[in-house]
Antibody, heavy 116, light 110 residues
Framework: EVQLVESGGGLIQPGGSLRLSCAAS????????MSWVRQAPGKGLEWVSV???????YYADSVKGRFTISRDNSKNTLYLQMNSLRADDTAVYYC??????????WGQGTLVTVSS | QSVLTQPPSASGTPGQRVTISCSGS????????VNWYQQLPGTAPKLLIY???QRPSGVPDRFSGSKSGTSASLAISGLQSEDEADYYC???????????FGGGTKLTVL
């Protein structure tokens, strides 16, 4: 059974850093395209970043230069390093695995609150 | 402002048929397949329709999707109270090298 479990969210002050993790089971992270998608309170879904199976990475303009997506193949885990956090980064962050242009499996999400 | 455009709300009575539209551009819907997600309050999005008109196993055939040019639509027939949720369209965007979503449509079953 495929499962994605995010962790690492919490309350952080503006300008701070946080690293989110997404532990996968039932499939191999490194063999799939993996994305982070976020949802601000009461708002819609916003794609954040993707890492291809070959290692290429892409980011939404809103996080470019501040966020870094990576993975640890030995731990079968996806990460999102978030630096210079702002209030408008407050959201539930989901990791999702992609198969053939479908974000097929999603985690339960982890809440990041950026506030002083 | 979302890249894909959806109506913010839709409604219907039990048993009715409702449709939700999703408009994009040549770099997303015009070039790639559209997927639809259903999101109940406090839960992660659930895949409802993929590749424009395909249903994952377990999704009732009351749900159907279609695409034409740079637009897509989701139809729900035989509306039920448990269909009350937020619905999102999504497509890969070749220009952005990322996923784009609609702003979401809140479906109310009257």
């Amino acid at each position: 059974e495929v499962q994605l479990v995010e962790s690492g969210g919490g309350l952080i002050q503006p300008g701070g850093s946080l690293r989110l993790s997404c532990a996968a089971s039932g499939f191999t992270v490194s063999s799939n395209y993996m994305s982070w998608v976020r949802q601000a309170p009461g708002k819609g879904l916003e794609w954040v970043s993707v890492i291809y199976s070959g290692g290429s990475t892409y980011y939404a303009d809103s996080v470019k230069g501040r966020f870094t997506i990576s993975r640890d193949n030995s731990k079968n885990t996806l990460y999102l390093q978030m630096n210079s956090l702002r209030a408008d980064d407050t959201a539930v962050y989901y990791c999702a695995s992609e198969q053939q242009l479908v974000l097929l499996y999603w985690g339960q999400g982890t809440l990041v609150t950026v506030s002083s | 402002q979302s890249v894909l455009t959806q109506p913010p709300s839709a409604s219907g009575t039990p048993g009715q048929r409702v449709t939700i539209s999703c408009s994009g551009s040549s770099s997303n819907i015009g070039s790639n397949a559209v997927n639809w997600y259903q999101q109940l309050p406090g839960t992660a999005p659930k895949l409802l329709i993929y590749s424009n008109d395909q249903r994952p196993s377990g999704v009732p055939d009351r749900f159907s999707g279609s695409k034409s040019g740079t637009s897509a639509s989701l139809a729900i027939s035989g509306l039920q109270s448990e269909d009350e949720a937020d619905y999102y369209c999504a497509a890969w965007d070749d220009s952005l090298n990322g996923w784009v979503f609609g702003g979401g449509t809140k479906l109310t079953v009257l």
